[in-house]
């Protein structure tokens, strides 16, 4: 459907209000790069339909990201509305704050210590959960005997659901995009687990749990994989694992060096 070419212009009341809770700072500055620095600019609309001037539909940008932003020509990957409206929340969250004053404490880089504190804390609640000597020995596990233990695919569950809740995610967008890779990489793991592990009824780990086991029906070591097909069926199991655990690894390799450089932890 066309979009009418007939600019409704927002009502007093509704400028004034995304000029008060952005502070005239740009929500594409701040989400991308972290900074409340006072900005030159002009209210855009987010779904570029200049007819919709509800209040949530708009967000205040420098000329340059504004210009950005409706730019039709760009060669590159535009920024999409939801990425700009998530911005923009969140930095009308950081205006509520005050941080855009706290500039005794807002290191050269932009980013407050408010925000580094809690980016910090952040990532050691997830560090808690899952860290990254556990990670690996579970990946080890997983890969050398195609085993686990109950309480560690926990660990892996309870990580992933803790960081797809927005409020337990990082404020820096620099460690967002290698969270959200690990996350991805560990959905899978776990999707693979979960179809493709089972309990063995003779293990069992005081403090880890029940050890599960990849097909034990068609592995020859577990009282299974008797005919050729079968043991050729493990063995396409196994390397599909092994595909899903070196995504995981290389996924949170990148994640944890991130967080090392931008949080020094």
Same mark, same amino acid.
């Given at each position: ?154 660990? =892996? ?7 797809? !809740? %927005?409020?337990? #995610?990082? *404020?820096?967008?620099?460690? @967002? ?66 595909? =899903? ?7 949170? !390799? %990148?994640?944890? #060096?991130? *967080?090392?450089?931008?949080? @020094?932890?």
């Amino acid at each position: 459907m066309a979009v009418s070419r007939n600019r409704k212009k927002p009502t007093l009341n509704t400028e004034e209000a995304v000029l008060t809770k952005s502070a005239r700072r740009c929500a594409l500055c701040y989400g991308l790069d972290g900074n409340l620095r006072r900005r030159r600019g002009q209210i855009a609309h987010i779904d570029h339909d200049r007819t919709n001037s509800a209040e949530d539909n708009l967000g205040y940008l420098c000329f340059d990201h504004h210009d950005e932003y409706d730019s039709k020509t760009s060669q590159s990957k535009r920024i999409t509305p939801r990425e700009f409206q998530n911005y923009r929340d969140r930095l009308y969250e950081a205006i509520a704050r005050g941080l855009h004053h706290d500039r005794s404490n807002r290191p050269k880089d932009g980013v407050s210590s408010e925000v580094r504190s809690h980016d910090q804390q952040a990532f050691r609640v997830g560090d808690a959960i899952l860290s990254e000597d556990k990670l690996y020995d579970i990946l080890r596990k997983l890969s050398g005997d195609h085993t686990y233990f109950g309480n560690d695919g926990s660990a =892996i569950r309870s990580f992933t659901t803790h960081y797809l !809740a %927005e409020s337990n #995610r990082f *404020v820096l967008e620099d460690i @967002l995009e290698p969270l959200d890779e690990l996350l991805k990489a560990l959905s899978a793991l776990n999707e693979f687990m979960i179809v493709n592990f089972f309990r063995h009824p003779l293990n069992h780990h005081e403090d880890r749990g029940a050890l599960m086991c990849m097909h034990p029906n068609h592995n020859t070591d577990r009282g299974g994989g008797h005919t050729e097909e079968e043991m050729q069926r493990y063995q396409d199991y196994a390397e599909k694992l092994d595909g =899903i655990i070196e995504k995981v690894a290389e996924a949170f !390799a %990148e994640y944890r #060096r991130t *967080v090392k450089r931008t949080l @020094l932890v």
